[in-house]
């Protein structure tokens, strides 16, 4: 299981949640700011099974086609292994 981490402009968040969302995928949207992309961030939280895990990445980056401009970013994803999950 991976935990998938998308930093995205603000403008661009429902996109990239709406697409996951379709797919199937949960997510969790968390206003955010920092020094990646310097100005108004959500924050996107997604969990992927390990063979859904491209899947969702090729969601994501259908969101952001490529730009004339290589110095706009406008999403940085991480992608990290689940050790384990809990609910309650």
Avoid: W
């Avoid at 990646?36 to 997604?46: D, E, N, V």
């Avoid at 099974?49 to 706009?72: G, H, M, V, W, Y």
Wanted: with cysteine; charged share 25%; aromatic share 6%.
């Amino acid at each position: 299981m991976k935990m998938i981490i998308a930093i995205v402009n603000d403008d661009d968040s429902e996109m990239v949640t709406s697409a996951l969302t379709h797919g199937d995928y949960r997510v969790t949207t968390i206003a955010s700011t920092g020094g990646f992309l310097r100005r108004g961030l959500s924050t996107l939280l997604c969990v992927a099974e390990d063979e859904k895990l491209e899947n969702a990445l090729a969601l994501i980056r259908a969101c952001f086609p490529e730009t004339t401009d290589p110095s706009q970013k406008r999403c940085r994803i991480f992608v990290l292994n689940v050790v384990e999950t809990h609910h309650f």
